[in-house]
Nanobody, 119 residues
């Protein structure tokens, strides 16, 4: 299963940005899909994910500003980032967990997309 993320770039504080991530390959089921980020000198952290049953989890600092959504037909997850702040600057990674057509478990990462927020 491969993940291709896109949409990163340079934005100013207060602006909006949307990230996309498409999963492809031998996908039978996606149980959980979403976004993590890693800022310079920090550990990777969860930003927002959609789990089984559509339950959504957000990191506290992005609640009310970032929104995760998923298009099941396209195996694509989106991250709508609003009112971005300089502290949102990070490499954003897409992650998907599920079961392949061969009935094997997967837990895969995309290549990361850089988001830089200027003040």
């Amino acid at each position: 299963v491969q993940l291709q993320a896109s949409g990163g770039g340079l934005v100013q504080a207060g602006e909006s940005l949307r990230l996309s991530c498409e999963a492809s390959g031998s996908i039978w089921r996606i149980n959980r899909m979403g976004w993590y980020r890693q800022a310079p000198g920090k550990e990777r952290e969860l930003v927002g994910v959609i789990g089984e049953g559509g339950k959504i989890y957000y990191e506290d600092s992005v609640k009310g500003r970032f929104f995760v959504s998923r298009d099941g037909a396209k195996n694509t997850v989106y991250l709508e980032m609003n009112n971005v702040k300089p502290e949102d600057t990070a490499v954003y990674y897409c992650n998907a967990r599920g079961i392949t057509v061969q009935r094997a478990l997967y837990d895969n990462w995309g290549q990361g997309t850089l988001v830089t927020v200027s003040s």
